[in-house]
């Protein structure tokens, strides 16, 4: 009878034992990049928070034309977005420090492609600066950006008198006004020779004017 007792005892004692185990405190949690785990138990809670929708592959694709632009220049945006074709996208654009402009919604192709000129320096010289380009989808479950920039500035105080072009032979180098050929070692030493002679020509002008 006292065996059994006891026995009975160990088992109810076994039984505290593991449901305290079992019982996640909020203390004993810890957050991985990934999962919410319990150190106490040594098992894996749930899920972090949002991990699902980070992890989810978007499939489009925000570029503009060219990174760098002249304050005079175009600005075209093209947007891919295959898995949504002829859909609407909202299309934000922001200059650093600047509020953002809602440039309005735009729709996608039955390819789901969208080219776009946002900005016409032809039309409104265009601010030197950084700018970001956002572009949501109606629902909001697709997002995506892009940036560019503008910038001013001048070439060099050497300028040449002809466009340089490339030619087939060397030999075509004595032939016209500028131009350039690399097809072997001999072509590159005499381009090489032909526009070091324009440059002392136009040093020696510079010299004069002075």
Not at 153 to 158: D, N, R, S, Y
Request: net charge negative.
């Amino acid at each position: 009878m006292n065996m059994k007792l006891l026995t009975i005892i160990i088992l109810f004692i076994g039984y505290l034992f593991t449901c305290q185990l079992a019982i996640a405190k909020p203390d004993s949690q810890q957050e991985t990049a990934l999962f919410k785990i319990n150190q106490e138990i040594h098992e894996i809670i749930s899920l972090k928070e949002n991990i699902v929708s980070s992890l989810t592959i978007k499939f489009i694709s925000v570029t503009t034309d060219q990174p760098l632009y002249w304050p005079n220049e175009e600005v075209f945006l093209k947007v891919v977005c295959p898995i949504r074709p002829s859909s609407e996208v909202n299309i934000s654009l922001q200059k650093k420090d600047s509020t953002p402009h809602v440039l309005g919604l735009f729709l996608l192709n039955e390819a789901g492609i969208l080219v776009e000129k946002i900005l016409s320096g032809e039309e409104k010289k265009l601010e030197a600066g950084e700018y970001r380009v956002e572009v949501h989808s109606v629902d909001g479950t697709l997002d995506a950006y892009t940036t560019f920039a503008v910038v001013e500035g001048a070439l060099g105080a050497v300028s040449f008198a002809y466009d340089f072009k490339e030619v087939t032979s060397p030999e075509e180098l004595n032939e016209v006004q500028g131009a350039w050929f690399l097809g072997n070692a001999a072509g590159a030493g005499v381009r090489l020779c032909h526009i070091s002679h324009y440059l002392a020509l136009i040093f020696r002008k510079f010299k004069k004017l002075r």
